[in-house]
């Protein structure tokens, strides 16, 4: 049975930082690119981030450049989001998502089709 299972969400200071980590298990983790998505109250899920399965290539949604990063640990099974200068614009319920390496190769949603229940991040001004 494939699980992902997000943690690391909460109540952070606008300017703040928060790490986000996802333990993926039940399938080959370094099978898969591995993506991080958000969905805002009222609008709809994007992606923040992505990152081949190998590691060596990611790509990051224009709002978040520079402030977001995503390292994978292969050995771990588990993805991360280290989340820095929050704004008041990243809130949202933040979820992992797994794509296939053969068929995940940008950071499109329907690519990415195991999915984790997601993790609540909020952001105090």
């Known amino acids: 049975q494939v699980q992902?299972?997000?943690?690391?969400?909460?109540?952070?200071?606008?300017?703040?930082?928060v790490r986000l980590s996802c333990t993926a298990s039940g399938l080959r983790f370094d099978d898969y690119a591995m993506g991080w998505f958000r969905q805002?109250?009222?609008?709809?899920?994007?992606?923040?981030?992505c990152i081949k399965w190998s590691g060596d290539s990611t790509n990051y949604a224009d709002s978040v450049k520079g402030r977001f990063t995503i390292p994978r640990d292969n050995a771990k099974n588990t993805?991360?989001?280290?989340?820095?200068?929050?704004?008041?614009?990243?809130?949202?319920?933040?979820?992992?998502?797994?794509?296939?390496?053969?068929r995940a190769k940008g950071c499109s949603l329907s690519d990415f089709g195991i999915r984790g229940q997601g993790t609540q991040v909020t952001v105090s001004s």
């Not at 690391?8 to 300017?15: K, N, T």
């Open 40 to 49: 805002a109250p009222g609008k709809e899920r994007e992606g923040v981030s």
């Open 79 to 102: 993805l991360y989001l280290k989340m820095d200068s929050l704004k008041s614009e990243d809130p949202g319920v933040y979820y992992c998502a797994a794509g296939h390496k053969g």
């Open 4 to 17: 992902m299972v997000e943690s690391g969400g909460g109540l952070v200071q606008a300017g703040g930082s």
